[in-house]
């Protein structure tokens, strides 16, 4: 009788992952492949640098890696990869979600989309998105030194936004629900002003390197144009459940194609993304054994976590709780960090 296999939620990565350091990932895990080869040939096609020039032979460079259109696909590819190495026979992925740019890559990851429909989707966002460049996004804390929910402070962070909102052509808003940690967009003159009026804490406020206003009002100039140019893209029902920005979830045996391309080229690029409630919802609907984030990097696993101790899951507490029990028998895998990417590959 064979042994059952561990239960995984999978949580693909966002535009913040790839840097510096994670540079030289894609060459790492997908060199040769076939897919790797059709993303290159595909990019070539349109005059833009292959990822496999990007990653392995053109030296890293912020100004040129952080573009929309260069940085999203080579996030997916990377997480494509560390998905595609996920060792079938120990593990049963039983539901996928994301971060802002990971519903996109969860779509493919989900089977919603083909890989390679998934790969022209994000290409097309990422472009899109760059060229428009309309806002930004600042990033703050509203939780302690442990990671533990500070629910005043962040009521408090709520109504500065709207305080500052509308007064001197500011525009600010919520744009991600992110663990411990609130997101805004908003234009110049609003960030500015926030950014002034938050107090500092370590590296916050963080504004986000070329990052617009994402999951505001202000890309629907972007969402229209989306609408416009991806009107055919083929969705279909994914194979496992896809859990989307506002926690909802998309199943094979009831998913909507057309509902899903709605609220991918809709409401999810101008309303907030509540990445707590994602992960709130994959944990209480799904109960995995252990969460996986794919890489590159690992900076969403701080968040995660701070959202799982919100919830309380498997007992955790605080961030040195989670650290101990890491130590322990990881409950988070980050595929980004090698020692734990060997715990679950083939």
């Not at 997908?30 to 833009?48: H, M, P």
């Not at 100004?63 to 026979?89: F, K, Q, T, V």
């Not at 980004?336 to 590959?345: F, H, K």
């Amino acid at each position: 009788m064979s042994e059952a296999r561990e239960r995984l939620l999978v949580v693909c990565p966002g535009r913040g992952t790839y840097s510096a350091s994670e540079w030289g990932t894609l060459t790492r895990h997908a060199a040769g492949s076939d897919w790797l080869a059709r993303f290159d040939a595909r990019r070539r096609e349109a005059g833009q640098p292959t990822l496999s020039e990007l990653d392995g032979e053109m030296p890293f460079r912020q100004s040129l890696h952080g573009r929309g259109e260069h940085a999203a696909p080579l996030i997916h590819a990377c997480a494509l990869a560390d998905l595609l190495a996920i060792d079938p026979g120990r593990y049963e992925i039983v539901a996928v979600t994301g971060n802002s740019m990971g519903w996109y890559i969860a779509l493919g990851a989900g089977g919603a989309l083909a890989h390679d429909d998934a790969f022209h989707l994000i290409g097309s966002m990422g472009q899109m998105m760059q060229d428009a460049l309309i806002g930004g996004q600042l990033l703050y804390p509203w939780v302690d030194e442990q990671w533990r929910p500070q629910w005043a402070q962040r009521r408090d962070l709520l109504a500065l936004i709207e305080r500052l909102h509308g007064e001197q052509g500011r525009e600010l808003y919520l744009s991600i629900e992110l663990g411990g940690m609130l997101v805004f967009g908003g234009n110049e003159a609003g960030l500015a002003a926030l950014s002034e009026a938050l107090p500092p804490r370590e590296r916050f406020p963080l504004r986000l390197h070329q990052h617009a206003a994402f999951h505001t009002p202000l890309q629907r100039a972007v969402r229209d144009a989306a609408r416009e140019r991806l009107t055919a893209a083929p969705f279909r029902a994914p194979r496992v459940p896809l859990i989307d920005g506002r926690g909802h979830v998309w199943t094979p045996w009831s998913c909507d194609p057309q509902a899903l391309w709605d609220y991918t080229l809709g409401e999810q690029l101008v309303a907030p993304y509540d990445f707590t409630a994602a992960l709130r919802v994959g944990v209480r609907e799904f109960a995995p054994d252990r969460i996986v984030i794919p890489g590159p990097g690992a900076s969403l696993g701080g968040a995660t976590a701070q959202a799982l101790i919100q919830f309380g899951w498997q007992g955790l507490d605080s961030k040195a709780d989670f650290q101990a029990r890491q130590d322990e028998t990881p409950l988070l895998i980050c595929m980004g960090i090698e020692a734990q990417r060997t715990l679950v590959v083939g």
